[in-house]
């Protein structure tokens, strides 16, 4: 079992490497951070369950640091805020969490970044359509059939695999990459 998830994994990230087009996404999603970041902008994230975790993880690496001290930027996962998340939930309903904290916080030229190993959950879907008439930049995480989110998303990055585990490794590693260039080309040593 162990040798079978390992062997798994890299077999994922192995269609990764091979994928010349999924490469080349990776690295122009890169490249409209940098430009929202040097135009003073915000990348936003949502995703939700283990999802929402892997977009805290990625926002802390840009807020706070990745692999060196460097001025912070600005990198917001929209459902830290645990009051706001069950107010709106409750008085609106689930599936406008994200689109009303597009909403307030989102302008036209910021990033939004959405994960979802299936690519059908409504909420997300509903924040991705309204990052889109807001002007922003919408990109999806996501398995390798895209779900909705294929038709919703400015650029999706689609892990070749139906997976859920194998799915959210490999965000995690696309998204460390794109930390990586947008630090190190935002900050040259």
């Known amino acids: 079992m162990i040798e079978n998830s390992i062997k798994n994994s890299i077999d994922t990230k192995q269609k990764i490497l091979n994928n010349k087009d999924l490469l080349q996404k990776i690295q122009a999603v890169a490249d409209k951070i940098i430009a929202c970041y040097r135009q003073d902008g915000k990348v936003l994230f949502c995703g939700n369950g283990g999802s929402a975790a892997d977009a805290q993880h990625l926002s802390a ?3 706070g640091r990745y692999y060196f001290d460097r001025p912070p930027l600005y990198a ?3 459902h830290a805020n645990t009051s706001y998340l069950t107010a709106v939930a409750n008085d609106y309903s689930f599936n406008d969490v ?3 904290l597009v909403i307030a916080n989102g302008r036209k030229g910021d990033v939004l970044v959405a994960l979802s190993t ?3 959950s409504p909420n997300i879907i509903n924040a991705i ?3 889109n008439k807001i002007g922003m ?11 909705k989110m294929k038709n ?3 650029t999706l990055l689609n892990i070749p695999s139906s ?3 194998r799915i959210q490794e490999s965000h995690i590693l696309i998204g460390h990459i794109i930390c990586e260039i947008v630090e190190s080309t935002i900050f040259p040593k």
């Open 61 to 63: 690496e840009l807020s």
């Open 152 to 154: 919703a998303c400015q």
């Open 163 to 165: 997976d859920t585990p």
């Open 137 to 147: 930049f919408t990109v999806g995480l996501t398995g390798e059939s895209g779900g």
């Open 118 to 120: 299936s690519g059908n």
């Open 98 to 100: 994200y689109s009303r």
């Open 129 to 131: 359509e309204q990052a």
């Open 76 to 78: 917001e996962a929209l």
